[in-house]
């Protein structure tokens, strides 16, 4: 009895109350914590991280029955593994950092956005084209994939296409996609009102929640949309159904007036403009 106060005197004596940086720093550790675990269950690091779980199971119990050998090499062995981990998971480590970095802090908190111009990233004319063309390639099942551009910069998958530089309209995109053309194969990339590239190379995304039935196709669209903050329109040369991929996302069975305003609501265009679009003004003769 006497050891347990001793014991409990002791301990208390170095006890102090939660304060609110204590709190604080709870609450940031556990958004971490969670967002590790929501980022990870994601992707096969995911998998990789119950194997490494495994293991140190294996090492408990090779601490717990004295196994001094297997601890010996695996003390040894510590170094290097963490430096294996760093390799294995630098695409997952390279896509955490690039979502980190597409958080735009400065633009949500200030009021105005001065690299933003009244019509937009590109014009309604080019969201009704894209709509009319990607709804008659549907109808005749023709493959296509349009990739939207938006601030992040998209030249590194332009490389690997060959330039167009037109001016965007469905006759065009039809064009493009047309079987058995030499620019059908790949991705097209629209900047602003223009395509500028074809035949594009797109990443594959590793996204293991992706329905089995989808083909290479769609999985670039959504691997594009993991790395950038680009808006991808996919067409199914399947089933010629119209999908949207964006921020990692995949959209399935949009329909030609749901495909015009996701595309309006990343256009950027500025309220007032806006407005006028939604004011139609006064009928004529009417006072």
């Not at 029955?65 to 170094?79: E, G, K, P």
């Not at 390279?94 to 990233?121: N, Q, W």
């Not at 938006?150 to 001016?167: A, C, F, M, N």
Request: aromatic share 8%; hydrophobic share 45%; net charge negative.
């Amino acid at each position: 009895m006497e050891q347990i106060k001793t014991f409990l005197d002791s301990n208390l004596a170095n006890l102090r109350f939660i304060g609110l940086m204590d709190v604080i720093e709870i609450l940031i550790i556990s958004f971490m914590v969670y967002y590790l675990i929501v980022f990870t269950k994601e992707t096969r690091a995911w998998s990789l991280f119950k194997g490494v779980f495994i293991i140190l199971v294996f090492l408990l119990v090779a601490l717990l029955l004295d196994m001094d050998t297997i601890l010996w090499i695996a003390s040894s062995v510590f170094q290097i593994a963490v430096f294996a981990l760093i390799v294995i998971l630098q695409p997952e480590l390279r896509k955490a950092l690039e979502g980190l970095g597409k958080k735009d802090l400065i633009h949500s908190v200030l009021p105005f956005d001065l690299s933003r111009g009244e019509d937009g990233l590109f014009s309604d004319k080019t969201i009704r084209e894209i709509s009319k063309g990607c709804t008659e390639m549907g109808k005749v099942k023709t493959g296509a994939l349009i990739v939207v551009e938006q601030k992040d910069s998209l030249v590194e998958y332009e490389r690997t296409g060959i330039e167009v530089d037109g001016i965007v309209t469905s006759q065009l995109l039809i064009n493009i996609f047309e079987k058995n053309t030499p620019l059908h194969d790949g991705a097209v990339i629209v900047r602003g009102d223009r395509v500028t590239y074809a035949t594009c190379y797109l990443p594959l995304s590793d996204n293991m929640d992706l329905s089995k039935e989808l083909g290479t196709r769609h999985r670039a669209g959504v691997g594009i949309s993991e790395v950038s903050d680009s808006m991808t329109i996919i067409v199914s040369e399947e089933t010629g159904k119209i999908s949207v991929a964006y921020q990692g996302k995949l959209t399935r069975g949009v329909s030609a007036p749901e495909l015009e305003e996701m595309l309006r609501s990343i256009q950027n265009k500025s309220t007032e403009e806006k407005e006028r679009i939604r004011w139609k003004g006064w009928p004529r003769n009417e006072k």
